[in-house]
Each structure stands twice: as C-alpha cells, then as structure tokens.
Nanobody, 125 residues
Framework: QVQLVESGGGLVQAGGSLRLSCTAS????????MGWFRQAPGKERVFVAA????????YYADAVKGRFTISRDNAKNTVYLQMNSLKPEDAAVYYC??????????????????WGQGTQVTVSS
C-alpha cells in the first residue's frame, strides 16, 4: 500500500518562501502523475500544481503561477513544491497527490487515487 507523507509546512511571513516535500513509500511513483492540492479553512479543496512523469511537464493553478514550482526526485521517490512570494491567501492545508491514470484532467480531485494527510501552511501578513 502506498503512503504519501508531506513535510515542510509551517509559519512564514508574507513574501517569504517554503518548500514542501512529499515522500512516497510502498512503491515507486516515478511513472505516476504527482501533484499538490490545498484547502483553506471554510473553502473547497483546490488544485495547485501537477507534474507528469514524461518530460516532467508541469501544470499550475493561475493563483500560483510564477510563484510556485513543482519538481520531483525519482531516486528519492519525492515530489517538492517550492513556494515563493507567499501571500496570506496561500495559507491552507496542502495535500500531496499521485495518480497512475493516463486519461483525465490533472487539475481535478477525481484524477488522483493516492493522497497524503496534508501539511499546514500559515502565512502571516
């Protein structure tokens, strides 16, 4: 059984940076789509970023484009989310996701069948 474990969340001032990590155990995810969602208090969970295994093509939500970067280290079975120029509205629980599906939209929750427990990101103004 695959487990996704996020780390790197915490408290940061607006304008600062954080790097989230998500390490998978149980099997390799080098051929899987990996990504991140987030959920702010009282709001729906939304797509943040995803990266395909082939050519490592990346997709981003408009709200984070130009500030966040997704990357992966297949040797470590880990995906990262580098978050720069953080804003108070980026505060949320961030979830790592992974999928073996080859069809569908990477920005939808239903595309993913592997989810982490989440890590809290708090941004102070």
């Amino acid at each position: 059984q695959v487990q996704l474990v996020e780390s790197g969340g915490g408290l940061v001032q607006a304008g600062g940076s954080l790097r989230l990590s998500c390490t998978a155990s149980g099997r390799t995810l080098s051929s899987s789509v990996m990504g991140w969602f987030r959920q702010a208090p009282g709001k729906e969970r939304v797509f943040v970023a995803a990266q395909l295994p082939t050519f490592r093509r990346s997709y981003y939500a408009d709200a984070v484009k130009g500030r966040f970067t997704i990357s992966r280290d297949n040797a470590k079975n880990t995906v990262y989310l580098q978050m720069n120029s953080l804003k108070p509205e980026d505060a949320a629980v961030y979830y790592c996701v992974a999928s073996d599906y080859t069809a569908g939209s990477v920005s939808t929750e239903t595309f993913y069948h592997m989810w982490g427990q989440g890590t809290q990101v708090t941004v102070s103004s």
